[in-house]
């Protein structure tokens, strides 16, 4: 009996193990998601990758952006003022909060073209994702300078 007990211990830690494992490469598929919509400059594939009623602080955002519209707009501002752009991500961390939600926290680096010239930024990122019908989808986003 007691073996048993320890078999089936065992084959629920792996379990957890493995979901876990699951759980933060699904997280963090929607934060490659997002920067590759970045770097196609696809307004609609941004927002897609937001929840409907997402939070939003961009480096430049001066007001909480609270829908997808709001994120669409503050990206075509971004492509009209530095455009090409290019953005990549940096160390992160993810962190399971359960099944279908987590936290992404870490560095970006963008490349951006100001007055004509490029223009490199790393910033600080976090990202809180969850599942929503049967997706998984941005719902807060902060992203801020790296201090100098």
Same mark, same amino acid.
């Given at each position: ?6 078999? @089936?211990?065992?084959?629920?830690? %792996? ?28 307004? /609609?594939? @941004? ?7 997402a939070s939003f602080f ?22 009209? $003022?530095? $455009? ?12 399971? %909060? ?9 560095? /970006? ?15 600080? @990122? ?11 989808? @941005?719902?807060?986003?902060?992203r801020s300078a790296l201090?100098?």
């Open positions: 009996m007691r073996q048993l007990i320890q078999t @089936i211990l065992l084959a629920l830690t %792996l379990m957890s193990s493995s979901t876990m494992a699951d759980t933060k490469a699904s997280a963090l598929g929607v934060a490659h998601a997002w920067v590759a919509a970045v770097n196609r400059q696809d307004l /609609d594939g @941004i927002a897609d990758n937001f929840a409907t009623d961009g480096t430049t955002t001066k007001t909480l952006i609270s829908d997808t519209e709001g994120v669409r707009q503050y990206f075509l501002k971004v492509f009209q $003022a530095y $455009a090409p752009v290019k953005v990549e991500l940096g160390q992160v961390r993810v962190t399971e %909060l359960s099944s279908d939600s987590a936290v992404i926290t870490g560095f /970006d680096r963008w490349q951006v073209t100001v007055n004509g010239a490029p223009v490199e930024a790393i910033g600080r @990122i976090s990202m809180a994702v969850a599942v929503q019908n049967g997706q998984w989808k @941005i719902v807060s986003f902060h201090p100098n």
